[in-house]
């Protein structure tokens, strides 16, 4: 990379998976194997496959799809206005759904997936979020579960990225210099 960026770790893959085990715990109380899991990519790529895992320990085994929503792009701010990249492929109808997110700052794109499946036929949309970022007071919805709250920094690892770097990171770190 051209820029002189150097990571400031936010929080170690040890509290992660602490994090990761105390939210399924939670949703373990709500979802079932009846239910189908959505995860927002790619951001929410390992996230997804954590707490798929962290279910299935649990005796959950729900049905997993995808949808690719962007507001960032390759930039260091959101665009405020999400590009659908992909929808959702498989049928919703009469579901119950858990939309998983790996960021939340204003909600946006959480509401347009949610907005999204509820048009497609869900009867009912659950969200959950890893990182939940302080600072954002002009939020159009808020998650039902969020597994850490952040604070306002531009977050890369854990499967989240700047231009299409860091995900591999087992760990979640700032992007200072940027």
């Not at 700052?105 to 969200?127: D, F, R, S």
């Not at 039902?144 to 854990?158: E, K, Q, R």
């Amino acid at each position: 990379m051209s820029a002189p960026y150097t990571l400031s770790t936010l929080i170690s893959a040890d509290d992660i998976a602490a994090h990761i085990e105390s939210l399924a715990e939670q949703l373990s109380r709500t979802v079932s194997t009846e239910w189908m899991v959505v995860a927002l990519m790619d951001g929410a790529l390992v996230f997804a496959a954590d707490v798929m895992r962290a279910l299935y320990l649990r005796g959950i085994n729900p049905e997993f799809e995808n949808m690719t929503l962007s507001s960032y792009g390759d930039n260091l701010q959101s665009a405020g206005e999400i590009t659908v990249q992909k929808g959702l492929t498989r049928d919703v109808t009469g579901k119950s759904v858990l939309l998983l997110d790996d960021v939340f700052e204003t909600g946006l794109t959480l509401y347009k997936a949610a907005a999204m499946t509820k048009a497609a036929g869900a009867k009912e949309v659950k969200t959950c979020v890893f990182a939940h970022k302080a600072g954002y007071t002009d939020k159009v919805a808020e998650p039902d579960f969020i597994g850490w709250h952040s604070p306002d920094a531009f977050l890369v690892g854990y499967g989240m990225d700047f231009k299409g770097r860091y995900r591999g990171l087992p760990y979640i770190a700032d992007l200072l210099g940027s």
